[in-house]
């Protein structure tokens, strides 16, 4: 015998998923308990007719052979007969966090209701549901999701009620189970709550505990609990309630730091961090409220503190620092203003505003002093988080100043309060950060695992945060390998990396202007240590200009979100991975996206590096960063042809020049980065057949560029690239090849007398040029190519000289005239080269 159940108090979610069971296990039957919410009760009122059930005392006493639990995970909260009855076997279906470690087959989910999880299920199976059923599925939804406002609501519920939506329901049943209105009992409940709760400040936070009781059983706690959190001045509300020999306990929470399901862990009691419950048999209330009370410490999280919240270093004017000064430090750093100090104390602030009031005034000449605020708003380094947002809130400010012993040691904006609200430290990210320890132990050598924990450890040593960064930190999402180490420091990276060196006894080499140094240690291992620093770029395409940062301005400044990536070296965090850009999500779906839309504009190369990552790795452009992409003309302009060069020369390594030239014009970008470039199916066909071709390194960028002007004999738009000596012959000289005439090719000798001068790399590219403008002449080239590898020194000076005629250039005619007879077959010994000579000097 099969049996679905689910716990007593049933709610709409636990019978919505009792009825859902049903239609994935046909064969079973449905329990339903003796105590079933009142809501419910009302509602199987008039709908228990449309599913078939079974009572406790239908269960058989001589076992069972599968167990179904929906929305709990413990046989005996369904019925105390399964105390006695064990099952054979038991399937879990359940959202509870309790629930999700456990080994049973099923499926449990961090999901707003268990409804959501089996709806899925029948969705994947394409059964078919009644209109009653979808309803019911519904008002489980809404229910447990408090109307999708609860926190724990994920876009997997959001989903599930759009498809009941597409396929239909009652809306008006939903409404009238979902908010009945309360009886005179319980707002009498309610009543008593607001008027005896006591409030208790935790870490910060305001937690209220109520005790009151009533003679008969009052239903819907749950409901009045809630009602009560939102009338009440505090941060959480649990009520113990004492009803007919049984003391209920309900507790909610609107908090992200109070977990009210570890509260209710002193009298056993569950559920999830912003609603848990239990029920206590034959307990004192008094007892009970002491043992959670005394239980609360280990309910809240730490309060997160102003000096972790606050963006450090800070930039700051002096009171005679030029409004036209502030205004460009604005403009190049993207603040909305600057805290003023004057012999190491904050004396004011200035705002954006502000400068643009004295701007517009011509008062730009004018000194801070007399446009400042001198009236600041401060905080202190432990400030909670909630001073912090109280603070801003309440003086409408937009930058918060933080003081340690009356000295400014950061600044909190608002985009770092809207960090903690909705990004880095949101409860929900917070639970899904992924710590990668275990891919580093996989993916790393042991030598390599050990010496990043214990860089972690001198860190820790050095009160620094250590973080490691760069292509290793995406390499090792992707499992492949990589074992170059880049570290980030928050603070000096240059002294972290001395002392790094001095304790691993390595080679230090360091470079001040960037902040960075590189150890190598004995078994020649690099490490490259940096300073968390942020940029600021004076003009499209500049080199940047750098400045001491944290590790989030630090990853702002780097190209895509999947390279904004870095891992915890220090010992209490080691292994997790930050990523507060959603770098990881970008990689699973192969997805190139820059940080702002002005990425391109400030470093055009990246849009190079991008292709290198959409042609090696089949990564598609984000909708906006190709537009980004295609509005960086006016950047690529002031690009140089060193770095352009440069990064063709990184990019050439990895893909196809042909490719990347191609994509360059899908994009209306090669006219961009090679001004005046042509690309056509000639410039294709000669560079992919470059590709098969071992040419020489230094001349190996520039000979793929080359084509992009060949075919349309702009060969002089070319001269801006060739930068080196030999590049310049090569162009000289792939220019006069270009100029020969056709009666050249008669014969390899008399193509020798055109061309001897051309080295190997200007012969394999006019063979490539000629390829595709004349298939035999090309032939004749390679032929060409083949025999003067092996063409023998037939004579020499000291054979001409034995001649009876002065020494010249005419030597030179000699020794070339000889060579072409040989490639004619006209001469095929030195024997015959004497004999030629000796005889025909003339000819």
């Not at 001198?458 to 074992?483: F, H, K, M, S, T």
């Not at 060196?501 to 202007?513: P, V």
């Not at 779906?589 to 400030?602: Q, Y």
């Not at 390829?771 to 020194?793: F, T």
Request: hydrophobic share 40%; charged share 25%; proline share 4%.
């Amino acid at each position: 015998m099969k049996i679905i159940a689910s716990h007593k108090n049933t709610d709409f979610d636990a019978l919505a998923s009792l009825v859902a069971a049903k239609k994935l296990y046909p064969d079973a039957d449905i329990l339903l308990p003796a105590k079933i919410g009142p809501d419910v009760k009302n509602y199987l009122a008039i709908y228990r007719d449309q599913f078939p059930y079974i009572n406790e005392q239908q269960l058989p006493p001589d076992g069972i052979d599968e167990l179904i639990l929906v929305d709990t995970y413990q046989p005996t909260r369904a019925s105390n007969k399964f105390q006695d009855i064990q099952p054979a076997s038991m399937t879990v279906y359940d959202h509870h966090p309790e629930s999700f470690h456990l080994p049973h087959p099923g499926e449990t989910a961090e999901v707003g209701a268990t409804i959501t999880i089996l709806l899925e299920l029948i969705q994947a199976r394409e059964i078919a549901l009644t209109d009653w059923e979808r309803t019911l599925f519904a008002l489980g939804l809404y229910t447990d999701t408090g109307s999708f406002t609860h926190e724990h609501t994920s876009n997997r519920d959001v989903r599930a009620l759009l498809f009941l939506f597409n396929h239909g329901f009652s809306l008006d049943v939903v409404n009238r189970f979902s908010d009945p209105s309360f009886s005179e009992e319980q707002q009498a409940l309610l009543l008593q709550l607001l008027q005896q709760g006591e409030v208790h400040d935790v870490n910060g936070v305001s937690i209220m505990i109520g005790t009151i009781s009533a003679e008969a059983f009052i239903d819907r706690l749950n409901l009045i609990v809630e009602k009560w959190l939102d009338l009440a001045a505090a941060d959480a509300c649990i009520a113990i309630s004492e009803m007919k020999n049984t003391i209920f306990v309900t507790a909610r929470s609107r908090h992200p730091r109070v977990n009210v399901s570890k509260a209710l862990a002193a009298v056993n009691g569950g559920g999830h961090p912003r609603a848990a419950a239990a029920t206590i048999k034959d307990g004192e209330q008094v007892n009970i409220a002491a043992n959670i009370q005394a239980n609360l410490f280990s309910a809240v999280a730490p309060a997160l503190v102003a000096k972790q919240m606050m963006s450090q270093p800070v930039k700051t004017v002096t009171p005679d620092t030029s409004i036209e000064a502030v205004r460009d430090e604005i403009r190049r750093y993207g603040h909305s203003g600057f805290p003023v100090q004057e012999n190491g104390q904050l004396v004011g602030m200035i705002s954006r505003r502000d400068v643009d009031k004295a701007v517009h005034h011509g008062l730009g000449h004018a000194p801070v002093k007399g446009h400042m605020n001198e009236r600041v708003i401060t905080c202190e380094a432990n400030a909670t988080s909630e001073d912090v947002q109280k603070k801003m809130i309440t003086h409408d400010i937009g930058r918060l100043p933080v003081l340690a012993n009356s000295k400014l040691i950061g600044i909190i904006s608002r985009s770092d309060l809207l960090q903690l609200l909705h990004d880095e430290h949101d409860e929900k990210k917070q639970k899904q950060t992924r710590n990668m320890r275990n891919d580093m132990t996989r993916a790393l050598s042991a030598d390599h695992f050990d010496l990043l924990q214990t860089i972690g450890y001198i860190a820790d040593q050095n009160g620094v945060q250590a973080y490691l960064i760069g292509g290793i930190v995406r390499d090792l999402l992707l499992e492949r390998e990589n074992e170059d180490i880049d570290i980030v420091i928050e603070g000096d990276g240059i002294a972290f990396a001395k002392t790094v060196a001095d304790q691993l006894e390595g080679a230090l080499y360091t470079h001040n202007d960037f902040k960075t140094a590189t150890i190598i240690l004995s078994n020649g291992q690099h490490i490259d240590v940096a300073s968390a620093r942020a940029e600021y770029y004076d003009a499209p395409a500049a080199l940047p200009n750098v400045r001491f940062s944290n590790l989030r301005e630090d990853l702002y400044r780097r190209d895509f979100t999947f390279n904004a990536l870095a891992i915890r070296l220090n010992e209490a965090d080691f292994g997790t991975l930050i990523d507060p850009f959603g770098g990881e999500q970008d990689l699973q779906d192969g997805v190139i996206r820059v940080l702002h839309n002005l990425s391109f504009i400030e470093d055009p190369t990246r849009i190079l590096r991008a292709i290198r990552f959409e042609l090696k790795f089949s990564y598609t452009f984000a909708a906006d960063t190709q537009r980004f992409a295609e509005l960086a003309t006016s950047a690529i302009s002031h690009l140089s042809a060193e770095r352009i060069k440069a990064e063709f020369q990184r990019l050439f390594v990895e893909v196809s020049a042909a490719k990347t030239f191609k994509r360059l014009e899908d994009l209306n970008l090669l006219g961009a980065f090679i001004p005046f470039a042509v690309w056509s199916r000639n410039a294709d066909q000669m560079i992919s057949s470059l590709e098969h071709e071992s040419l020489p390194e230094n001349l190996y960028t520039f000979s793929r560029l080359l084509p992009l002007f060949a075919f349309d004999g702009a060969l002089q738009h070319l001269t801006r690239f060739a930068l080196t000596k030999a590049e310049k012959q090569l162009l000289n000289t792939f220019e006069r090849l270009q100029s020969i005439d056709e009666t050249a090719f008669n014969s390899l000798g008399t193509l020798h007398e055109n061309v001897h001068e051309a080295e190997e790399t200007n012969l394999v590219l006019f063979e490539k040029y000629t390829e595709v403008l004349n298939e035999n002449m090309s032939l004749m080239i390679k032929r060409y190519r083949d025999r003067r590898r092996h063409m023998p020194a037939l004579l020499s000076g000291e054979d001409l000289r034995k001649l009876p005629m002065a020494p010249g250039p005419h030597y030179k005619r000699y020794l070339l005239k000889a060579e072409s007879l040989w490639l004619d077959d006209k001469l095929t010994s030195r024997d015959d080269a004497l004999q030629w000579l000796n005889g025909s000097p003339d000819k």
